[in-house]
């Protein structure tokens, strides 16, 4: 595995969280400090890339949000609307609003934003076609090339959190985040700390918690001491071992969501070996999903029978289930060319089915997944190399036609409303995270439909195309989905896991005294 300079310094704060547990010398709560820890590391104050961060932490905000629900609820903005066409975007923004600096919010300052993540290729902004953004009054007008609902939803993602003009310097550059919620920075430390200070008189309700610190620790057993060692509030990106630790622990429970992601094998349809149905088909089937959930992530029920998680209420079409049947794998390569050897391998005008199966170690848990991936397909036949890399490797060899297969955890909600990505992940053409030598015209279909405004009865009728077409011919073949938990100390009361990770409620929560 590779061990990247940035990850050091979190490595090294793990390695001292350690050793002052080990000697009994766990450091003391702060009475008016919320400590937050967890896996994520900070690596840039811009927008597009970190700015998750500070939505999370209620220090920047963005014109729409979502509540704990996934529901959209008025941010900045107050109410919105769009024309007929919906091409057109009217975003009424909210009165008295003050930047951490008291300058006044204005449109003008919104426009500025925006316009910015419109050209930024890391935003979703950028994806839905904006011809047009103007201030008129006190609204934000925008206007779009092609329809699309999910105007709304995009403007909920981290990267349109609105920044005041002094976090910019002379050529642009975010060089401090100076935002609009109830937290202000204290200080950031990249990449691995942040604190935040409650705002003086802010314009809503004065949240309990008086300071807020965020913690970046690289190590997992590390993150499971502080837990149960009193030395972080809520610790985030517990592993199997580590959840059975606080479990046991008394003064922290567990508390866990789950996510809209699906972790799954992206597959190359134009690869010859891939491009039949009947061997995607037997790769799924040769899966024995709950016995690899409950081997590696201790969590039989997390296996997908499906690619979109049943949280996608909106998405669920009760489809016949993904299935275990290893014999029915073997026929199905059979009946494909690819008959077994006297070793058991199966092979084709004497060649080996044998794929490569990448994936990368930024979520841990996917290198384990892919050997016992590896082992599932060896039992029908199938060689499997493993190649553990950079996640970049993902898009760039799809990008040069190379990949064959790719194990990666999908967020299907990278904002409230899944539309946008599932229209990505169908791209005609293919996308990074997404499909890849396979497209269906009904599909595309399905996805302008929805794209362009279809409702009701119809609608549902596009999206059930969407997931029967994909769960029938498996250009993306799921394995599980994900569950996000949290390490809660009992001195933290109403705290709740956001599943979409809009924020982390920091202002629900109070501190027993």
Known sequence: MIIRPHMRGAAALAAVALAATACGSSQSAEPDTLRIAGPFEIHSLEPSSDGYFFTRLHVTETLVTADVEGRLIPGLATEWSADEANKVWTFELADGVEFHDGKPMTPENVVAVLETMAADAASPLADVGVKTIRASGNAVVIELSEPNVSVPATLSHFSTGILAPSS?????????????????????????????????DWRGVEPDVEKVSFQAVGRAESRAVMATGGQADVVFG???????????????????????????????AADPALADVRVRQAISMALDRESIAEAVLREKDIAATQLLTPTLEDWDAELEPLTYDAEKAKV???EAGWKAGADGTVAKDGKPLTLELLTYPDRPELPALATAIQAELKKVGVNVDVEVTNSSEVPAKHGDGSLQMALVAKSFALI???????????????????????????????????????????????????????????PLVPVSWYRMNAAVSDRVEGFQIDALETSWRITDVELAE
């Open 332 to 334: 199905l390569l059979a």
């Open 168 to 200: 910019y310097d002379a050529d642009g550059k975010v060089t401090k985040i100076v935002g609009t919620g109830p937290y202000e920075v204290a200080k950031v430390s990249l990449p691995s700390r942040i604190e935040t200070v409650r705002v003086a």
């Open 416 to 474: 409230s409303d899944p539309l946008p990505t599932v229209a990505d992940t169908f791209a005609k053409g293919g996308s990074d995270w997404g499909t890849m030598g396979w497209s269906d015209p009904a599909v595309d279909q399905a996805v302008a439909a929805l794209m362009a405004g279809a409702e009701g009865a119809e609608a549902a009728e596009h999206r059930r195309t969407i997931v029967t077409t994909a769960q029938e011919q498996l």
């Open 238 to 268: 517990l592993e199997p071992a580590g959840r059975e630790r606080v479990e046991s622990t008394d003064g922290v429970d567990m508390a866990s969501a789950l996510q809209p992601r699906t972790i799954l094998m992206k597959m190359n």
